[in-house]
Each structure stands twice: as structure tokens, then as C-alpha cells.
């Protein structure tokens, strides 16, 4: 299949603490993997990415680890801040016919105070 | 400014008219897709196209159709909306061989 999951709809987090946003998928035809964020109203931005052939990338707070034979991956936020508090949607790139991005269903993330 | 571009913004039509929506982008790209984003904020993708040529044609309505006149513009055009149409359209890009989409502001399609 070409599904790709995002198990919790929404986390709640204090402000300084860590998180991790999880997300499956189905076969082996995902070839690229990515975290977006989203406000309300406002469309999907880039956060993190990284390709099948690497299995961490960090950026700042933010890190992303694939896990290729669990077909999971995962995104880490360290020093959680109530700016972060948004969608976050993950998504994996099909590359079969076409080179697709499936997306996830997304996790609303609330930082508080 | 360099980035995707979408207009308009709203649009709130009747059932049974057709509608068309814009998308340029300025980002040197040459692939671009239209994504539908449900009441339920659900993002699937509808179609892409690479230097005008149609790569990915997911299974939509034939009341839907893109066109695209060069590799910075695709349209998508809705003729005969029907109430379940009602969502928001994302135009992405991106350079082909590379994977980073980038997305436009949407465009929200009300239909009454």
C-alpha cells in the first residue's frame, strides 16, 4: 500500500520538554522521508527531511530518524517552545511512477506555557 | 519574491458551476502538483506535472483538470462543482531530482 500513518492526532507538551512525533509506513517503494509544519490557514512548510540512505538528520532542535526496516520514522524536538505549537504532518515520497508525497494525517502539537 | 503563488484565495460558488484556479510559481522549478485538503485536513495529492507533461493523474472526478502552459504555471479547473468539492487546493513545487516540495497559500473552495 501507499499509506503512510501518523498514530497520535495530538500531544501536549510542556515548554523546555522533549517530544516525539511518530509516523509508518507501508512498503518499501518510500524513498524520502519529511516533517512538515502547519498553522491553522496557513499551508504546509518544510521542517526536516532526509533521504532513504541516511537514517538521522539533525537540524537545531529538531531531528529526524528512519528506521527503514521498522518502516517508521520519527521526529524529535528538544527544548519544546510555545512557538512550535502547530500541525505537524509527516510525509513520505512514493517513488514509484511519478514521485508522489504521501501524507500522514498530521498531530497537533500544543506547546504550553 | 520567489515562491508559489495561488489565486485567488476563496472562492464560494453554487453546485453545478465551473471554477478555475491559478498557480505560479517563481522558484526556478519544474514540477508542480495540486494537492486537495479535506475537511478532515487530510492532504492527498490529485496531480503533478513536469514540464508540462502529466506524471501523476490520481484517481479524481474527470470534472477535474489541470493545464499547464509552461513549467512555472498549472491550473486546475472544476467544471460542474459538486458540494463534496469544497476544500482547499495547494499548489506544490519542486525541481525535478530533487524531493522538497514547496507549497502556495491555497486556495478554499466553498460550494453552496
Known amino acids: 500500500g501507499q499509506q503512510v500513518k501518523q498514530s497520535s492526532p495530538s500531544l501536549t507538551v510542556q515548554e523546555g520538554g522533549i517530544l516525539i512525533l511518530n509516523c509508518d509506513y507501508e512498503?518499501?517503494?518510500?524513498?524520502?522521508f519529511a516533517w512538515y509544519k502547519k498553522y491553522p490557514d496557513n499551508s504546509p512548510t518544510l521542517l526536516i527531511s532526509?533521504?532513504?540512505?541516511?537514517d538521522k538528520r539533525e537540524d537545531g532542535r529538531f531531528t529526524v530518524f528512519l528506521n527503514k526496516s521498522g518502516k517508521h520514522f520519527s521526529l524529535h524536538i528538544t527544548a519544546s517552545q510555545p512557538e512550535d505549537t502547530a500541525v505537524y504532518l509527516c510525509?513520505?515520497?512514493?517513488?514509484?511512477?511519478?514521485?508522489?508525497?504521501?501524507f500522514g494525517t498530521g498531530t497537533l502539537l500544543s506547546v504550553k506555557p | 519574491e520567489t515562491a508559489v503563488f495561488q489565486t485567488p484565495n476563496y472562492h464560494v460558488t453554487q453546485v453545478g458551476n465551473e471554477v478555475s484556479f491559478n498557480c505560479k510559481q517563481t522558484?526556478?522549478?519544474?514540477?508542480m502538483y495540486w494537492y486537495k485538503q479535506d475537511s478532515k485536513k487530510l492532504l492527498k495529492i490529485m496531480f503533478s506535472?513536469?514540464?508540462?507533461?502529466?506524471?501523476v493523474n490520481e484517481t479524481v472526478p474527470r470534472r477535474f483538470s489541470p493545464q499547464s502552459s509552461d513549467k512555472a504555471h498549472l491550473n486546475l479547473r472544476i467544471k460542474s462543482v459538486e458540494p463534496e468539492d469544497s476544500a482547499v487546493y495547494l499548489c506544490?513545487?519542486?525541481?525535478?531530482?530533487?524531493?522538497?516540495?514547496?507549497f502556495g497559500p491555497g486556495t478554499r473552495l466553498t460550494v453552496l
Open positions: 506544490a513545487s519542486r525541481l525535478w531530482g530533487a524531493y522538497e516540495q514547496y
Open positions: 532526509v533521504r532513504s540512505n541516511v
Open positions: 522558484l526556478g522549478h519544474d514540477t
Open positions: 512498503n518499501d517503494m518510500f524513498d524520502y
Open positions: 506535472y513536469n514540464n508540462k507533461q502529466l506524471i
Open positions: 510525509a513520505a515520497n512514493y517513488g514509484g511512477s511519478g514521485n508522489k508525497l504521501i
